[in-house]
């Protein structure tokens, strides 16, 4: 992780404005880190972000369990998904109004589940249909459906693509044709800017911020509160519990024309050979029994190393989808970008329904992963005569 560059600030009391209230700090660091924005950080204080003046997030516990037990497959019929509660998430934008998801964690994995409406299974993207004017087949118009997890990265993270912020993130993407398969999803890395870029392969989309708003980024590293972690896998992490984080609040300003570029790529791509996560399939030939139905356009490679980290499964039944994901706590690979489930985390969900841009996508708002304590396994639990 980078280390926060800003390190010079004053004590003083703070005010500042926010959707119209007045949210107000006594005696905390501030940095203007340029003319428009204002960051703040704020080391080891009680105060947790309110309705109304900031952006608050959903809870979403993970249970342990000493044994997973899960297949995944979709259906998550297994006794320990009972054993964890399902949160629902209010989704905005796109078609999908709700999610509802939960989680489990072992000593080595956690696994997260997410299940949301949708009318049709479309398990085909592009694929080959005969066109009788033309007389040859071309791509079709039915999009897989399709999930993105966005886990904060190493930088001011914010659950929503078009924010208007610029950050990383650590993406988990299901996809029911291309990746579904071979029961994996692609972890991926992202970038989002402020702006347009100097090069591509960034698209161009309006930002969706059109009020003040403030955003909190929870931060491991800086000062007295780090901790050195060892994991199973032997590797050492700074990491501080929760309640100790550092935190930085950045305001950002309205700006009704201001656009974000965006882009994504299987984790790795930037040190390594680009990864190809599928293969495109020639057109069948155009016999009689060919021209009726459909055919593939694209056939899933099964992903090794960073952008092969991620199992994932996807079940449709009575109009709801249901995905359960699985990966290691920490990765092998151990990349920055890869978020180590060590403590607390934010993510966000984005559900694609027919569409593949991201602003047509539905997106939930902040959710907190949160490690619930282990608890003993029933057997062991010790009874007490209160009486005695």
């Known amino acids: 992780m980078n280390k926060l560059t800003h390190t010079t600030g004053v004590a003083l009391a703070l005010v500042a404005c926010s959707m119209g209230s007045e949210v107000a700090w006594a005696e905390v660091e501030h940095v203007q880190i340029n003319e428009k924005n204002l960051l703040v950080k704020v080391k080891n204080d009680s105060w947790e972000p309110m309705t109304g003046n900031f952006e608050n997030g959903l809870i979403i516990p993970a249970t342990w369990v000493a044994q997973a037990g899960i297949t995944l497959d979709g259906k998550a019929v297994e006794p320990n998904w009972g054993k964890t509660e399902e949160i629902s998430v209010p989704l905005n934008y796109g078609d999908a109004r709700n999610a509802y998801v939960q989680a489990l964690y072992t000593d080595d994995d956690v ?202 499964k996807g079940h449709w039944e009575n109009g709801y989808w249901t995905v359960e994901f699985q990966r290691a706590l920490v990765t092998p690979i151990g990349k920055q970008d890869d978020m180590y489930f060590i403590r607390l985390t934010q993510f966000s969900i984005h559900t694609f329904d027919h569409v593949e841009k991201i602003d047509k996508a539905s997106e939930s708002g902040r959710l907190f992963l949160q490690f619930m304590e282990k608890q003993p396994p029933e057997s062991t639990l010790t009874l007490v005569d209160a009486g005695k």
Not at 164 to 179: C, H, K, T, V
Not at 247 to 253: E, F
């Open 111 to 312: 696994y997260i589940k997410v299940r949301w409406r949708d009318d049709t299974e479309d398990r085909q993207h592009h694929p080959w249909v005969w066109n009788e004017e033309v007389q040859e087949f071309v791509a079709g118009n039915q999009v897989e459906d399709s999930l993105i997890l966005s886990f904060e990265a190493h930088c001011e993270w914010t659950p929503s693509f078009l924010s208007g912020y610029g950050f990383d993130f650590d993406g988990w993407q299901w996809l029911a044709a291309r990746s579904d398969p071979l029961g994996q999803a692609v972890d991926i890395e992202g970038n989002v800017k402020t702006g347009y870029p100097r090069k591509p392969p960034y698209e161009i989309y309006n930002s969706r911020n059109t009020e003040q708003l403030w955003n909190v980024k929870f931060i491991d590293y800086g000062d007295d509160s780090l901790r050195i972690v060892q994991t199973a896998q032997g590797k050492e992490f700074m990491h501080a519990p929760w309640y100790e984080l550092d935190r930085i609040y950045l305001l950002q300003p309205v700006d009704d024309s201001a656009t974000t570029s965006f882009r994504m790529w299987p984790d790795g791509n930037i040190l390594r050979p680009k990864t190809k996560v599928v293969e495109t399939l020639e057109p069948p030939p155009a016999t009689v029994e060919n021209k009726v139905g459909t055919h593939p356009q694209f056939k899933p490679l099964e992903l090794t190393g960073n952008a092969g980290e991620v199992k994932a």
